[in-house]
Nanobody, 124 residues
Framework: QVQLVESGGGLVQPGGSLRLSCVASGFSLDYYSIGWFRQAPGKERERVSCMDISNSTYYLTSVKGRFTISRDNAKNTVFLQMNSVKQEDTAIYHC??????????????????WGQGTQVTVSS
């Protein structure tokens, strides 16, 4: 059974930091690209970041320089380090794997397996 489980969300003040984790089971993440997405109320799900199987990384323009995606294959875990968070970062964050395991498609339509999400709330 393929499963992705996110954790690490919570309430954080603007300018603060969080690290989200995504633990995969049922498959080895080292053979898959992995994406982080977020969805805020009334908005479409957007790709925050993606790391492909060659470890190339991609970021939503608004998070460049603030967020970092990484993976620990030994732990079958992907991380999203969120620094200097802003109120507009408030959303449910999901990790996902693409239909083509090696790719990093730009939108959610290119991804098939999803975690349940973890809520990030940035508020003062």
């Amino acid at each position: 059974q393929v499963q992705l489980v996110e954790s690490g969300g919570g309430l954080v003040q603007p300018g603060g930091s969080l690290r989200l984790s995504c633990v995969a089971s049922g498959f080895s993440l080292d053979y898959y690209s992995i994406g982080w997405f977020r969805q805020a109320p009334g908005k479409e799900r957007e790709r925050v970041s993606c790391m492909d199987i060659s470890n190339s990384t991609y970021y939503l323009t608004s998070v460049k320089g603030r967020f970092t995606i990484s993976r620990d294959n030994a732990k079958n875990t992907v991380f999203l380090q969120m620094n200097s968070v802003k109120q507009e970062d408030t959303a449910i964050y999901h990790c996902a794997t693409p239909h083509k395991h090696w790719g990093c498609p730009p939108t959610a339509l290119g991804f098939g397996s999803w975690g349940q999400g973890t809520q990030v709330t940035v508020s003062s």
